[in-house]
């Protein structure tokens, strides 16, 4: 892979720097940009209880904090990842950090709860950037650096969710949460500015039809199940609303998965779903996102419920933050191990054991909660088991599909991880929101363990099917000094991250037939 002609020749903004300080700097523009937005997306979490309290809405309501947020992401990554396929990368990415920065003053400056909605719907879609950023990162690098960039971009969500909990969580309690927001509009108002110097400018590549039936529907699809599931428990399950806000959505996926098989350049190439280590993939990626939403941000607001409720810690901002410090670690540790893993028993088991552990840690903490040490423990189990599960996800799609196809099919995957984590979030609000009484701001504690229950439920459907799906034939082990297949290029412990961001090309991707 040579270096295109967007930053070796082509032009930038107005006033960007020398070209050859541009290519040294954009490797870390792009991992800032990333890390940032690992950063925006958890101003939420911790802040949920306070501003529930401030706003005098109940936790459940407070819960759309998040899950408008992963909405507007789910929304956003398709549409922002079939742009970056053309010529305006640049474009692209400023418009959505920008979207992010009026977000972010919106949220500070609200004054009330619908004000701050609408800033952090703005903030979600800085979560369709990564992508983005690793599409940027393989046009215009080295193939050594641009490796280096994609694996690093690879793994600052679980990092800069960690880092950023506890930190948003310090600014808000030393000041109140508006200043958690004035921090996200100044950090990422800086990386705009460096974006818009070191980025390349428009490539020349061909402009592909942009989808704008699939789009609609989709979007619409996403949105009805969330607000459905969002406010089922307040509405009834059972009433019209609900039940027409249900039917609305299945109806309309139904008439999008045809045409998005029939459009000959659809927003996402549903395809390839009919490989059975894709659609392992693609289904356990959707479960196992459903559950972890069940788990952080339920884990986050349990801390901090005061003792006098009878449950609950009553734990600090801070304190709450640092919870997911231990998740994020051992999220970034399991991704590590994956190749040894792999080198050793294979790769059928791979999602079904890290799967198997985040089940065990939710379904401790759904049992066991008397401790606050309890809630850290939990969170480094159920971290270890989901970066494994996450790690292991992309392999069976690179593995599986020609490399010419490896971004289509990892890009459905991605798309689905986003769905999956907006109707997380939703269900987790249903959950609690049918679990508290009228005129209570607070769930009762069976709200909190029957969401970690179906989260930990849901961990073990992903062991089962990740099993099954694959064949008895998949995942054997090669024996060691065995030859490889000819197609087959062994897989490399320090491309596990890379594998999942789709952008290898046929010689750095790896391929397992085992």
Not at 156 to 170: F, Q, V
């Amino acid at each position: 892979m040579s270096i295109s002609g967007d930053i070796a020749s082509g032009p930038a903004g107005p006033g960007a720097l020398p070209r050859g300080l541009r290519l040294r700097l954009l490797g870390p523009t792009l991992v800032i940009v990333g890390s940032l937005m690992s950063v925006v997306s958890s101003l939420g979490a911790p802040l949920i209880p306070t501003i529930a309290h401030a706003d005098g809405v109940s936790l459940s309501t407070a819960e759309w904090l998040l899950t408008i947020t992963l909405m507007t992401g789910a929304l956003a990554t398709p549409l922002m990842g079939r742009l970056s396929d053309g010529p305006r990368q640049r474009e692209v990415i400023l418009a959505a950090l920008g979207s992010v920065v009026a977000g972010c003053v919106v949220a500070a400056l609200s004054n009330g709860f619908a004000m701050l909605i609408v800033g952090r719907g703005l903030q979600g879609v800085g979560l369709g950037l990564l992508p983005v950023a690793m599409a940027v990162a393989r046009r215009n690098l080295a193939p050594e650096k641009s490796r280096q960039a994609i694996a690093t971009l690879s793994v600052t969500a679980a990092i800069g969710a960690g880092l950023g909990y506890p930190l948003t969580a310090l600014i808000a309690e030393t000041f109140d949460f508006r200043g958690a927001y004035w921090f996200g509009a100044i950090t990422v108002g800086c990386a705009f500015l460096l974006a818009a110097f070191v980025l390349p400018g428009r490539a020349e590549v061909p402009t592909r039809r942009f989808d704008t039936v699939g789009a609609t529907l989709i979007s619409l699809v996403v949105v009805g199940l969330s607000v459905a599931l969002s406010e089922a428990g307040g509405w009834g399950w059972t009433s019209a609303r609900a039940l027409g806000l249900f039917a609305g959505s299945l109806v309309l996926l139904a008439v999008w998965i045809p045409y998005e098989l029939r459009t000959t350049d659809p927003l996402i190439d549903l395809r390839q779903v009919k490989n059975r280590s894709v659609l392992t993939a693609d289904t356990g990626g959707f479960l196992i996102s459903v559950a972890m939403y069940l788990l952080l941000p339920v884990v986050v607001e349990f801390v901090q419920v005061p003792a006098s409720q009878g449950y609950g810690f009553g734990a600090s901002l801070v304190v709450s933050g640092l919870v997911l410090v231990p998740y994020a670690v051992t999220n970034f540790v399991a991704s590590r191990f994956l190749g040894m893993y792999e080198r050793r028993f294979g790769t059928r088991s791979m999602i079904p054991l890290g799967s198997l552990i985040f089940a065990f840690g939710t379904g401790f903490f759904a049992l066991e909660h008397s401790h606050l040490w309890e809630a850290f423990v939990v969170s480094g189990i159920a971290g270890f088991g989901m970066g494994f599960t996450y790690a292991a996800m992309p392999g069976f799609i690179v593995r599986a599909v020609p490399a010419g196809e490896t971004g289509s099919a990892t890009g459905f995957y991605q798309v689905l991880r986003s769905i999956g984590l907006t109707l997380g979030s939703a269900l987790s609000a249903a959950v609690l929101m049918a679990h508290t009484h009228a005129g209570s701001a607070l769930p009762e504690v069976s709200g909190f363990r029957m969401a970690l229950i179906i989260a930990s439920a849901l961990g073990v459907a992903t062991a089962v099917i990740s099993f099954v799906l694959p064949g008895l034939g998949a995942g054997r082990r090669v024996a060691a000094g065995a030859p490889a297949p000819a197609a087959v290029v062994p897989m490399m412990e320090e491309e596990a991250e890379l594998a999942g961001s789709g952008y290898m090309t046929v010689d750095d991707r790896t391929s397992d037939t085992r």
